[in-house]
């Protein structure tokens, strides 16, 4: 009877359900998943290095139980629509008997408001500390931030993995449990790395730029892997960045659960990062009168990926962008993400949000137009939308044949719904 699937899964259940009350009468104790299961942290990339992680995954014939921002899923169906990162969410999915391996997003409101829901788990990954969250809930700095997020890769017990090109994830080396520490960087010759894996360490570099870019993973000086990024359809070529990068913690990360490095490829190399396999996030419809690229960019450094992807994409007509940020960001961060963009596109629609997150209307649409105006942008090309929708639907008038329109929003699916693709021949 104990090796039953349902009395398995009942057990996890029960086992689930009795962590939570225990933590509710005021005991820090945490849910140990019995399956493999890794842990991602960071102010940008976590979701879509989630994914990656489930497509490699996958490729193993596991079944995924995988959370993040936009909800949770079994395998290829979802379970709950909606914000998902705070590690209660995903810890039910761990009920389920046919679930055998986990990725779980961890991001900073779960950790402030509820701590690290899980311990014990095989890998926790950090992938940076940016200002997104600053004037939140106790947090005044970057150091504030990375002492919230570093609970994630110190709970690990097999693998914690840092960005070694950040001070502050690497700061948090020392602290780090788990067996293995594994360093990522996309500066071939770091010193920190390089010194890591003279002492037997295992990292993960980027070698070359561009369409020239490698990823390699090292054991000490060993290279057991070695992918090109012009392999990996998410890097657009090796044009977009910040996909190579969340590659290079993907295969960190299941090189960790030991996946083999040819299933790791073959994950990566299947991994489309479109509506359905990772939506809002690097969406290109391509072979249209116009083009569109749906995408989120949460802070300056993620808009200048995304700027510098734009420029670098070449089309006969003009470029339109199309950004909305969230309201419960620090003025400057809000205005400098508008300044990242400034001088790449020939018109400007600065919106509101949908969820307004405590700003009066009107108000973040405001910043965003002076950050554009800050970067020299002149004001007959900015246009402030009065409401998110108003936004989009500016936005699809805009574009003719030939040009490319970017939507820069958490939610920019959402001009699907109201049926705008159809102006534009989308299906």
């Known amino acids: 009877m104990a090796n039953h699937p349902a009395s398995k899964n009942t057990a996890r259940h029960m086992y689930r359900k009795w962590v939570l009350f225990v933590r509710k009468l005021g005991f820090p104790l945490k849910i140990t998943p019995h399956i493999p299961t890794a842990c991602i942290t960071g102010s940008v990339g976590k979701t879509t290095t989630c994914r990656m992680v489930a497509s490699i995954l996958r490729e193993t014939g596991k079944t995924v139980a995988l959370s993040t921002t936009l909800g949770t899923y079994v395998g290829d169906s979802p379970r709950c629509i909606g914000d998902s990162s705070n590690g209660r969410r995903g810890s039910r999915l761990l009920a389920e008997r046919q679930v055998d391996a986990g990725v779980f997003e961890i991001a900073r409101g779960g950790l402030i408001n509820e701590g690290m829901l899980f311990s014990n788990y095989d890998i926790g990954a950090l992938l940076n500390v940016y200002d997104n969250h600053i004037g939140l809930k106790g947090v005044e700095s970057r150091a504030d931030l990375a002492k919230v997020k570093k609970q994630v890769v110190v709970n690990a017990r097999k693998m914690a993995i840092l960005n070694a090109d950040d001070p502050l994830c690497l700061g948090v080396k020392k602290d780090i449990r788990a067996a293995r ?197 002149d004001q007959s090309r900015i246009e402030i939308a009065t409401s998110y929708d108003d936004g989009l639907s500016r936005a699809f008038a805009k574009p003719s044949q030939g040009d490319l329109l970017v939507i820069v929003s958490f939610s920019g699916w959402r001009a699907k719904e109201q049926g705008l693709f159809k102006s534009k021949n989308i299906p």
């Open 181 to 377: 520490t594994c360093l990522i960087t996309m500066t071939a010759e770091s010193p920190v790395v390089r010194d890591h894996m003279s002492r037997g360490g295992v990292a993960v570099r980027q070698e070359g730029n561009g369409a020239e870019a490698m990823i390699r993973l090292y054991e000490g000086n060993k290279m057991v892997l070695s992918m090109a990024a012009l392999d990996i359809p998410a890097s657009w070529g090796g044009r977009y960045r910040p996909a190579i990068n969340n590659a290079m913690f993907a295969a960190a990360i299941t090189y960790g659960l030991d996946v083999s490095t040819q299933s790791i490829r073959a994950g990566l190399r299947s991994f489309q990062s479109d509506e359905v396999s990772n939506p809002g996030r690097m969406n290109f419809y391509d072979h249209l009168p116009c083009g569109l690229l749906i995408t989120w960019a949460d802070g300056p450094e993620a808009a200048c990926e995304i700027a510098d992807f734009v420029s670098l994409h070449t089309i006969s007509g003009k470029k339109h962008l199309m950004l909305a940020a969230m309201g419960n960001r620090p003025d400057a961060f809000i205005v400098e993400t508008a300044l990242a963009f400034s001088g790449r596109f020939d018109s400007y629609i600065s919106t509101d949000w949908e969820d307004l997150r405590g700003r009066a209307p009107g108000e973040v649409a405001g910043l965003l137009a002076s950050g554009f105006k800050n970067g020299g942008v």
